[in-house]
Structures are given as C-alpha cells and as structure tokens.
C-alpha cells in the first residue's frame, strides 16, 4: 500500500486550496480526481457563468452606449463564444494542475473510496495517510415533476449556449445561479421567466438590496414570479406547458415555455464514497458533519467545501481546505470568519455580515446609512447608476454589522466592506477612511456617513 502525510479526495476549489497548503507545510501529499482538476468552479461553475456573463454585459453596453452616440450593429457568434468560454477554463484548469505539480502534489485520476478509518482505493489500488480531507463538492439538486433531460436543464447543461438559444426559457430559482443563466439568456435573446418560491429573491439575503436587483432584472425584460411554485409540465406541440401555482396554494396556471432550467440548489456529493467504513457522519441533508476545525466524527479525517455545509460557495471552500490542510499538518487552525456572497449579475448583488433583520434578532441597536448610486458621480458617468449601499451598524457602540448593496462592481466592493468586518470596523473608521474621487467606492463611505445622519452628496433626513 502506497503511504502519504495527507490524501485529498476531489481538486475542486477546496481540495486544490488544501493540497497546496498541505504541501507547503511539508506533508507528502496525494490528490485524487474522478473527473476534471478544479471542480465545479473552474469547469461548469464560477468561471465559464462569469465568462458567458461578462460576454452578455458588452453586448448589453454596446445597446446601452447609443445613449451617447455609439453605433453599433452587434452579432454574436456563439460557436465563438462557447471557444472562448472553453479557452478561458482550459487555462485556469491547466494552471491548477501546473501549481500541483510545481508544489510536488501527486496528482492521481480515479474516483476514491473509503475502505477504511485512513485507507481508501482508487482504481483497485489502495492508498493510506495519517490525514484525509473529503473535498467531493456537490451536485444540482433535482426537483419533483422536472427530471434532467432534453428540457430540463442543470446549469451545466445551460452553460452550453453554443447549442441554441431557446426563444422561451422558464428559470426555477431565485438564487445566484438561477439569476446569473437567466440574465445571459435574456441578454443573448431569450424570453426569459424566473419563478422563486420566497416572497423575494435571494431570500437569504437583505430583503431591500435584493427587491432593487428583482426590479433591474425586470426593467430588461426578465418576468420574475415570487412566491410561485412549479408544479410540473407536460410537452405539447407548441412547447412545454408549465403548471404553476402560488406558494401557499391557491389558483393554478399555466405557462408555455422551450426550455426549463432548474436551479433550485444543490446536494452534497457523498454516493458511494463509503464514509460509513470511515466512521464519518452525515446530517439529515447529507452534508458531512464537522467542526471549526474541519474536523469530522472520524480522528484524522477533514471535511471542506460544498460537501461539509451551506453556504456553497468557492472562497468559502478555499478558506476550509487551508484550515483543514493546516490542521492535518499539527497547526491549531479554525474557520472563523466572514464569507461574503455576490451575485454577478449586471447590476451585481453583494452582501457580507448581518443583515438588519439579523443584527435585530441578535440583539443589537440597529442603525441603518443608505447611499444610492445615483448621487455618485463616477455610477453617471459609467452609464450605470441603478444601485444602493446600505451599511449595518450598532447605534450604542457604532460598530459596524453589515453591509450589501446592488450597484456596478459590488463584488469587488465588497471586500473592502469583508476586511472592515474582519478588522472589527465601527461605521465611523469606514467614514473616516478617504476614498478616491470618483469611485465607486466613495458610495461605501458616504452610506457610513448617511447613518450618522452626515452624508455630502445627499440630504439626511
Ligand atoms: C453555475 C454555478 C456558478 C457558480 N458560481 C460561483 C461563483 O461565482 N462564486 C462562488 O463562490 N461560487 C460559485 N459557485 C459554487 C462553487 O462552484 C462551489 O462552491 C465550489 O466549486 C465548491 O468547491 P468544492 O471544492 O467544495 O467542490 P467542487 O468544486 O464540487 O469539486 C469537487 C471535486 O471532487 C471530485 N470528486 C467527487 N467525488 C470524488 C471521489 N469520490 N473521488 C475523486 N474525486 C471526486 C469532483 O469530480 C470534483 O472535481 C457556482 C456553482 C455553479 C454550479
């Protein structure tokens, strides 16, 4: 049996992220993938929606430019588009196996399973560690009355644009995959409707920042039904009769669409596996139970990523499979921080910290500074100024809580709002904090201001 300091199962963001740091402290360490270096995000996830996004986003610009005397007659070639998409994976993915490689990760294709506490098997090969960090990720989640197929789409599925455009495109979901795919599809030509179960979408967001992201998708043109359930469909000759119905019940309708697109989260990848031989325990939602640590009911064995637990995004895996990684190597590491969330959409959604809903449950005194894009100068002079700031604060000792805003860029934004969070940040160090004129960043400090009531750029009321 061939013998490791620490074995990874799966090089998506997380297990990439633990191999390396892993290595980097010294440990011999073995990485095992069953299909593609760099997992759901580099491959069908964060990078080629970002790509397709940012595609759709000229096109969307190039329309918008006329305002000042840009003519244009745009065509896309999606053949093209879908290279280029490729291209920009291919890249990325080749660059993760070269930094494996460069960091003497032994890299080794094959599904892995447990067969026993620090022993798993790969292609009929055994392979042991003292250490072993599950990364397998996750998969879509289906929905009753909707299998996969033909016209039922995942968002892998609905990547491949190259394929066609459908004219009519249903989008079941109102979370960050649902929106991003169905805003490509309206800016690429489809009629698109989105329906979301919650009353608003991004319901695990701020409630208000995501109404003004709802109403942007509107004014393009996207139907977005909350509080709406789909029930099933039938196929017909002129499409796909969707049956819908209110959330609480209540008068049926039907919709015709070409396509389907299910978005309605996604599950923790676990069959087959054999946790059961390594002592590893599941929640009820089949997410691997673990600690601050990364630490599973299993001594020795780490869980990181969309297979451990919510929220299932990549720079929280990332953060987990360090933690793990350091773990592993006798350090004392412990995952405790702020994991900020975007929605790249154009505009883009971005929120980290409490919301004010939240901080009121908590406890806290809430205040609130609100600062809309269009009292900034440089959102005008971008063509772009849809959007709000809204900070969260502690109004006995000004500490900052929250902050989310809709509006061009949020998601770089947001970091700057991450570090303040990490820095314990009161309200008035964000406000006291010169920004460069002008940005868009400049909103982050005035919305500070406005919750002092001392906002320059806009009357406090
Ligand atoms: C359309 C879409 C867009 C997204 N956009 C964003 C975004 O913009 N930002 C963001 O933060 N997140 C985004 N996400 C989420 C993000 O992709 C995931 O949170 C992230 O990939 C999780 O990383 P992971 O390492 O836990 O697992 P994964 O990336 O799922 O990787 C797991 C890897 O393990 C391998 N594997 C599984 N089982 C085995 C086994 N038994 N043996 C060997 N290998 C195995 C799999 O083949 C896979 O490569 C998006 C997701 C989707 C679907």
Same mark, same amino acid.
């Given at each position: 049996?061939?013998?490791y300091?620490?074995?990874?199962i799966?090089?998506?963001?997380g297990?990439?992220?633990?191999?390396?740091?892993?290595?980097?402290?010294g440990?011999?360490v073995?990485?095992?993938?069953?299909?593609?270096?760099g997992?759901?995000c580099?491959n069908?996830g964060?990078?080629p929606t970002?790509?397709?996004?940012h595609?759709?986003e000229?096109?969307?610009?190039?329309?918008a430019?006329?305002?000042f005397?840009l003519?244009?007659?745009?065509?896309?070639?999606?053949?093209?588009?879908g290279?280029w998409?490729d291209?920009?994976?291919?890249k990325?993915t080749?660059g993760?196996?070269?930094?494996?490689?460069?960091n003497?990760?032994e890299l080794?294709r094959?599904?892995a399973?447990?067969?026993?506490p620090?022993?798993i098997?790969?292609?009929?090969?055994?392979?042991g560690?003292?250490?072993?960090?599950?990364?397998t990720?996750?998969?879509?989640?289906?929905?009753?009355?909707?299998?996969?197929?033909?016209?039922?789409?995942?968002?892998?599925?609905?990547?491949?644009v190259?394929e066609g455009?459908?004219k009519?495109l249903?989008?079941i979901g109102?979370?960050?995959?649902g &929106? *991003?795919?169905?805003? =490509?599809?309206r +800016?690429l #030509?489809?009629?698109?409707t989105l329906? @979301?179960y919650?009353?608003e979408? !991004?319901?695990?967001?701020?409630?208000?920042t995501?109404?003004?992201?709802?109403k942007? &998708? *509107?004014?393009?043109g =996207?139907?977005? +039904?909350? #509080?709406?359930?789909?029930?099933?469909? @039938?196929k017909?000759g002129?499409? !796909?009769?969707?049956?819908?119905?209110?959330?609480?019940?209540?008068?049926?309708?039907e919709i015709?669409?070409?396509?389907v697109?299910?978005?309605? #989260?996604r599950?923790?990848r676990?069959?087959?596996?054999?946790?059961e031989k390594?002592?590893?325990?599941?929640?009820e939602?089949?997410?691997?139970q673990?600690?601050?640590r990364?630490?599973?009911?299993?001594p020795?064995?780490?869980a990181?990523?969309?297979?451990?637990?919510?929220?299932?995004?990549?720079?929280?895996?990332?953060?987990?499979?360090?933690?793990a990684?350091?773990?592993?190597?006798g350090?004392n590491?412990l995952?405790?921080?702020?994991?900020?969330?975007?929605?790249?959409?154009?505009?883009e959604?971005?929120?980290v910290?409490?919301?004010?809903e939240?901080?009121?449950?908590?406890?806290?005194?809430?205040?609130v500074g609100r600062?809309?894009?269009s009292?900034?100068?440089r959102?005008?002079?971008?063509?772009?100024?849809?959007?709000?700031?809204?900070?969260v604060?502690?109004?006995?000792?000004?500490l900052?809580?929250?902050v989310f805003?809709v509006?061009p860029?949020?998601g770089?934004?947001?970091?700057?709002?991450t570090?303040?969070?990490e820095?314990?940040?009161t309200?008035?160090?964000?406000?006291?904090t010169v920004?460069?004129?002008?940005?868009?960043?400049?909103?982050?400090?005035e919305?500070?201001e406005?919750?002092h009531k001392?906002?320059?750029?806009?009357?406090?009321?």
């Amino acid at each position: 049996m061939k013998t490791y300091d620490l074995i990874v199962i799966g090089t998506g963001p997380g297990g990439y992220h633990a191999a390396i740091r892993g290595a980097q402290l010294g440990l011999k360490v073995l990485a095992v993938e069953a299909a593609e270096v760099g997992g759901v995000c580099l491959n069908v996830g964060c990078i080629p929606t970002k790509a397709l996004l940012h595609a759709a986003e000229t096109l969307h610009h190039l329309k918008a430019a006329e305002g000042f005397g840009l003519k244009a007659k745009p065509e896309l070639d999606f053949k093209k588009l879908g290279t280029w998409r490729d291209g920009v994976v291919r890249k990325l993915t080749g660059g993760v196996a070269g930094l494996l490689k460069g960091n003497k990760v032994e890299l080794l294709r094959g599904f892995a399973r447990f067969k026993g506490p620090k022993e798993i098997e790969v292609n009929g090969e055994t392979y042991g560690a003292k250490s072993l960090i599950v990364a397998t990720g996750s998969e879509p989640m289906p929905l009753k009355g909707f299998p996969f197929g033909e016209d039922v789409w995942d968002s892998t599925r609905a990547l491949k644009v190259e394929e066609g455009i459908p004219k009519r495109l249903l989008v079941i979901g109102g979370g960050a995959v649902g &929106l *991003e795919l169905g805003q =490509i599809y309206r +800016r690429l #030509g489809s009629e698109v409707t989105l329906i @979301e179960y919650m009353p608003e979408i !991004l319901p695990a967001g701020d409630r208000e920042t995501a109404a003004l992201l709802r109403k942007a &998708l *509107e004014k393009e043109g =996207i139907r977005v +039904r909350t #509080g709406t359930k789909a029930l099933g469909y @039938e196929k017909k000759g002129d499409g !796909l009769h969707v049956l819908l119905e209110p959330a609480q019940g209540g008068k049926q309708e039907e919709i015709v669409v070409d396509k389907v697109l299910v978005a309605v #989260g996604r599950k923790p990848r676990t069959e087959g596996l054999g946790l059961e031989k390594a002592g590893v325990k599941v929640d009820e939602r089949g997410f691997i139970q673990v600690n601050a640590r990364m630490e599973t009911s299993a001594p020795g064995v780490y869980a990181i990523g969309d297979v451990a637990r919510p929220p299932l995004l990549a720079h929280k895996a990332m953060k987990e499979g360090l933690v793990a990684a350091e773990n592993a190597a006798g350090k004392n590491a412990l995952f405790d921080c702020q994991v900020p969330s975007v929605v790249y959409t154009g505009p883009e959604w971005a929120g980290v910290g409490l919301t004010e809903e939240e901080a009121g449950k908590a406890g806290y005194k809430v205040k609130v500074g609100r600062f809309p894009l269009s009292a900034s100068g440089r959102a005008l002079t971008l063509g772009s100024a849809e959007g709000l700031i809204k900070v969260v604060g502690d109004a006995e000792t000004d500490l900052l809580l929250g902050v989310f805003m809709v509006g061009p860029q949020a998601g770089e934004l947001i970091a700057e709002a991450t570090l303040a969070l990490e820095m314990g940040a009161t309200v008035t160090d964000l406000a006291l904090t010169v920004h460069p004129h002008p940005t868009l960043s400049e909103s982050l400090m005035e919305a500070a201001e406005a919750l002092h009531k001392q906002a320059i750029h806009i009357l406090n009321r």
